[in-house]
């Protein structure tokens, strides 16, 4: 069956350095991978998209890579800050007209 | 703009009753859906909607209701709600199912005992 792991321990980071959490899955072969943002008792927030024919994409401090031979995505956040602390999930979808799955989320606290 | 509101943000039930969560957007989107979050478990479908009419089920649609009348309201049924339907539930549209970002409602906390 499909399956989607994240980091599932917490990552703890010091502030100031990066910080790179972990998307793979199984059984699956997506055209879209997305990546969120939760915040304790709030919606999930819409950080970045990925199509399958991208390797790379940024925005500000914020870099994700798809990897669709590893089945793997990284989500990495450069000179991280406390403020950056929250719970990150991905999510896939097969195509544009398909439903998304999400990841159970990492959890990311970064100190001062 | 509003975009999606959920309502309400904490409800306890007791084993055998029924609610509705409601759930509305203002933004004009088509494709409308909704999740459940229980600890470590990540977000579950429960059902969708690609436009006013038309539903169909996800993951996890036992025990749920779902209705599109109109483009902005997505209510979900709980027909008799059971302890195992204790969770948070989170409503999202988009402008598509996949390919586009989904914005969140802030969620309802549901407790079942």
């Known amino acids: 069956s499909q399956k989607i792991e994240q980091n599932s321990e917490a990552l703890n980071i010091q502030e100031g350095k990066t910080a790179t959490l972990t998307c793979n899955y199984t059984?699956?072969?997506?055209?879209?991978l997305q990546w969120y943002r939760q915040d304790p008792g709030r919606g999930p927030v819409f950080l970045l998209l990925?199509?399958?024919?991208?390797k790379e994409k940024r925005k500000e401090r914020l870099k994700v890579t798809f990897d669709t031979t590893l089945k793997q995505s990284l989500f990495h956040i450069t000179a991280s800050q406390p403020a950056d602390s929250a719970t990150y999930l991905c999510?896939?979808?097969?195509?544009?007209?398909?439903?998304?799955?999400f990841g159970s989320g990492t959890r990311l606290s970064i100190r001062p | 703009n509003a975009g999606v509101t959920q309502t309400p943000k904490f409800q306890v039930l007791k084993t055998g009753q029924s609610m509705t969560l409601q759930c509305a957007q203002d933004m004009n989107h088509e494709y409308m859906s909704w999740y459940r979050q229980d600890p470590g478990m990540g977000l579950r479908l429960i059902h969708y909607?690609?436009?006013?009419?038309?539903?169909d089920q996800g993951e996890v649609p036992n025990g749920y209701n779902v209705s599109r009348s109109t483009t902005e309201d997505f209510p979900l049924r709980l027909l008799s709600a059971a302890p195992s339907q204790t969770s948070v539930y989170f409503c999202?549209?988009?402008?598509?199912?996949?390919?586009?970002?989904?914005?969140f409602g802030q969620g309802t906390r549901l407790t079942v005992v």
């Open positions: 909607s690609v436009g006013a009419g038309i539903t």
């Open positions: 999510a896939l979808a097969k195509s544009s007209a398909s439903k998304i799955i």
């Open positions: 990925i199509r399958e024919n991208e």
């Open positions: 059984n699956y072969s997506p055209a879209y």
């Open positions: 999202a549209s988009s402008y598509g199912p996949g390919g586009t970002e989904a914005f």
